[in-house]
């Protein structure tokens, strides 16, 4: 089992920034892609960006140019927010999974609030 505990979530205006933590615990050695998904209110949950052990990436056009999704070694996940618009508010969820960074996830966090005000 892998446990993700994600952290870094808050209120911030318009235009500001907020750096996203995933800390992966348990058996890291299976995971090979790691994700953050978001899901706002009334709306289904989408991916946002993702990163495969090999390096790929992907993110959401979305977010393209403002967001960045990074990995350490320890499998922990991060995930850099700028410039952030009222539309990104939402519950964000680090998900992780043992196949690739293309299919379901076998993992998830219980998510962090981010709320960017106008």
């Known amino acids: 089992q892998v446990q993700l505990v994600e952290s870094g979530g808050g209120l911030v205006q318009a235009g500001g920034s907020l750096r996203l933590t995933c800390a992966a615990s348990g058996s890291i050695f299976s995971i090979n892609a790691m994700g953050w998904y978001r899901q706002a209110p009334g709306k289904e949950r989408e991916l946002v960006a993702s990163?495969?052990?090999?390096?790929?990436l992907y993110y959401a056009d979305s977010v393209k140019g403002r967001f960045t999704i990074s990995r350490d070694n320890a499998k922990n996940l991060y995930l850099q927010m700028n410039s952030l618009k009222p539309e990104d508010t939402a519950m964000y969820y680090c998900a992780a999974t043992r196949g690739t960074m293309w299919g379901e996830y076998d993992y998830w966090g219980q998510g962090t609030q981010v709320t960017v005000s106008s």
């Open positions: 990163i495969s052990s090999g390096g790929s």
